[in-house]
């Protein structure tokens, strides 16, 4: 997280069918008062959970979906994890750093 201020943190939620872009576009568009600019970000730490039916491939799917827009370069540290009460669902928080402000 040290590679740059100001940094902001991002929410969203979906189901699993849902394609992964469309759940990392909800979660930007949440927040109407973020007046910050995430294209071109040096760092994200990501976290994804899901349910069972939560694949390596699904997470990397999300992941490369919010990732796809920051620096080429961006340390980008992402996990996922299983959890039984995400029936259908997916969820993913992501603190992004070494944005511009709008």
């Known amino acids: 997280m040290s ?6 943190m991002i929410v969203g939620k979906g189901c699993l069918d849902e394609p992964p872009e469309d759940i990392v576009r909800s979660a930007i568009k949440q927040n109407p008062l973020l007046n910050t ?12 959970t899901g349910e069972l039916g939560l694949t390596l491939s699904d997470a990397a799917a999300l992941a490369g979906a919010l990732t796809q827009e920051l620096d080429e ?25 070494g944005v511009r402000s709008v």
């Open 73 to 97: 370069k961006a340390n980008v540290i992402w996990v996922a994890r299983i959890r039984d009460d995400f029936e259908g669902k997916v969820r993913m928080m992501a603190i992004i750093t």
């Open 3 to 8: 590679v740059g201020v100001p940094s902001f």
């Open 37 to 48: 600019d995430y294209m071109g970000a040096k760092g994200c730490l990501l976290h994804i």
